[in-house]
């Protein structure tokens, strides 16, 4: 490998904003940016393993939305439980820019990232594992915080996510996580 991880740099497609309420976001990313379609994924850490947060096992959960600049990913993501970043973040900083993310082609490439990312003294701020026979997403937030001002998150999907993903992206469907709940359930 060069000095630099190249298969890192190459991967740059997110950014995710910590927010209050996914639909008055998601209103003012229509209103303002411009950024018409947008898919909800409620209780998305409900079904997800290998949950930590700063190396302790922790049951955070979270709901999202996704929307395309182009072809940036827009994140906006809503804590909804437990200890995590998202959390801490609203804590000390109110709704605003969370992380950017760097999304891996490979489980063997999204290894190589954490490690140099450790091998920088960077720490794993929390991560988590949609693990199903049809597709995988795992990720973790790095800590960069005090080099860039935000986390970083890493990431690699692959199998039916994958292509829910690019899917769309090219805007060939309305759904970004396949079952995932659009709807807030009501207990």
């Not at 303002?32 to 302790?56: H, M, P, T």
């Not at 999202?64 to 970043?85: K, N």
Request: aromatic share 16%; with cysteine; glycine share 10%.
């Amino acid at each position: 490998m060069s000095a630099y991880p190249k298969f890192i740099g190459r991967a740059f497609d997110q950014i995710c904003f910590v927010v209050r309420d996914l639909d008055e976001a998601i209103d003012y990313w229509r209103r303002v940016n411009g950024v018409e379609r947008w898919s909800k994924a409620y209780d998305l850490a409900k079904g997800q393993v290998n949950k930590k947060y700063w190396g302790e096992e922790e049951d955070f959960q979270f709901s999202c939305a996704y929307g395309f600049a182009g072809t940036t990913l827009i994140e906006l993501a809503e804590h909804d439980g437990g200890r995590s970043v998202y959390k801490d973040w609203l804590d000390e900083h109110g709704e605003s820019m969370h992380h950017i993310g760097f999304r891996l082609e490979s489980t063997e490439d999204y290894e190589a990232a954490l490690g140099h990312y450790r091998d920088q003294g960077i720490a794993e701020a929390m991560s988590g594992w949609f693990r199903a026979p049809e597709g995988n997403c795992k990720w973790a937030y790095v800590d960069t915080r005090l080099q860039i001002g935000c986390y970083t998150e890493l990431y690699y999907v692959d199998g039916v996510a994958r292509e829910a993903f690019e899917n769309f992206r090219d805007g060939k469907s309305d759904q970004f996580i396949p079952g995932a709940p659009s709807e807030r359930r009501k207990d």
